[in-house]
């Protein structure tokens, strides 16, 4: 059951805040005095997710709050679920930072699939190779080589011996930045790093917030000694972004833009057709082979999950 506003404080206007971890209808805001409230959300149609500001009112308990407002959202970053649905996974994030690693295998397939979300909703991003002291991590670092030949910014680093932290920490200054990647790479150990004492702040989270949850399971927001933010999310398997930017996924592969205008058909999908300029500079060996794959996979995703969201035809 919801908790109402406390009588007391009806007439109050609403406070601002921030969600800093969520579950569900469960969040935790931090206010504009970086108190932490344990809030809930008022009303079935508002949802929140971490970084998103809101407003909102204490309730009748003791350190508890309701969220009644929810801020226009600067940028989300968002994917699609198995039912072809979007769902915003964080908010008002300013950079999107892919950390993979030589173990476990890393699969950059998934790294290309949030490179894409992050370049069709105007978020910056940055490619981490963790674990470089490692020799498994020479053949991921070939592939670190081919993200900065086409811009984008492409770090190795260590949380185990701290090699490279210095350089990240400088790219996560005054950024509010995402965390993302597979399972095992060590996202949360190069958090615990960048940010000493951040075990213990995460277990007086996982005490403060959501009834109990444990925010390891969770998108949480952390700040930086000195400047900006991280948020932290859980590793996963698999990462496909919102449907509804993939209808053209060319735009979110920033190598293929300029061989799109040589293509004979406007409409080009870059897959069968011909007199194709991505296909040609492909063959070239200007477009890298495997970031090419990545493409058709999202192309083909968009087709498959398109038919998902289809609504049934009435007999």
């Given at each position: 059951m919801v908790p109402s506003p406390s009588?007391?404080?009806?007439?109050?206007?609403?406070?601002?805040?921030?969600?800093?971890?969520?579950?569900g209808r469960h969040l935790?805001?931090?206010?504009?005095?970086?108190?932490?409230?344990?809030c809930t959300l008022f009303g079935r149609k508002l949802e929140a997710v971490c970084g998103d500001e809101v407003r909102w009112l204490p309730a009748d308990r003791e350190n508890h709050g309701i969220v009644v407002e929810l801020a226009p959202r600067r940028t989300s970053l968002a994917r699609t679920d198995s039912h072809g649905r979007t769902e915003i996974i964080v908010a008002n994030l300013t950079q999107l930072v892919i950390v993979c690693a030589g173990l476990p295998r890393p699969d950059f397939f998934i790294t290309d699939r949030y490179l894409v979300a992050a370049e069709l909703a105007g978020i910056g991003s940055i490619v981490i190779l963790n674990k470089a002291d490692l020799p498994e991590s020479r053949n991921a670092a070939e592939e670190l080589a081919r993200y900065a030949a086409i811009g984008y910014p492409a770090l190795e680093c260590s949380a185990t011996t701290g090699a490279g932290l210095d350089q990240l920490?400088?790219?996560?200054?005054?950024?509010?930045?995402?965390?993302?990647?597979q399972s095992g790479v060590g996202k949360s150990s190069i958090a615990n790093r960048l940010m000493p004492g951040l075990n213990a702040e995460t277990a007086e989270l996982s005490r403060a917030t959501v009834e109990g949850r444990h925010v390891t399971s969770v998108a949480t927001?952390?700040?930086?000694?000195?400047?900006?933010?991280?948020?932290?999310?859980?590793?996963?398997?698999?990462?496909?972004?919102?449907?509804?930017?993939?209808?053209?996924?060319?735009l979110g592969f920033r190598e293929m833009r300029e061989p799109a205008t040589r293509c004979r058909f406007a409409d080009c999908r870059h897959l069968r057709e011909p007199d194709c300029g991505v296909r040609s500079a492909v063959d070239a060996?200007?477009?890298?082979?495997?970031?090419?794959?990545?493409?058709?996979?999202?192309?083909?995703?968009?087709?498959?999950?398109?038919?998902?969201?289809?609504?049934?035809?009435?007999n």
């Open positions: 009588n007391a404080t009806d007439a109050q206007a609403p406070a601002a805040g921030r969600v800093i971890a969520s579950h935790l805001v931090e206010s504009a005095g970086h108190a932490r409230i344990s920490q400088h790219r996560l200054m005054g950024q509010v930045s995402v965390f993302a990647g927001l952390h700040h930086l000694p000195g400047s900006g933010d991280i948020i932290d999310s859980p590793g996963v398997r698999d990462f496909a972004p919102a449907i509804k930017q993939l209808a053209d996924p060319a060996g200007g477009i890298s082979a495997r970031r090419y794959e990545s493409y058709r996979r999202l192309a083909r995703l968009h087709e498959r999950l398109s038919q998902v969201r289809e609504p049934r035809r009435r």
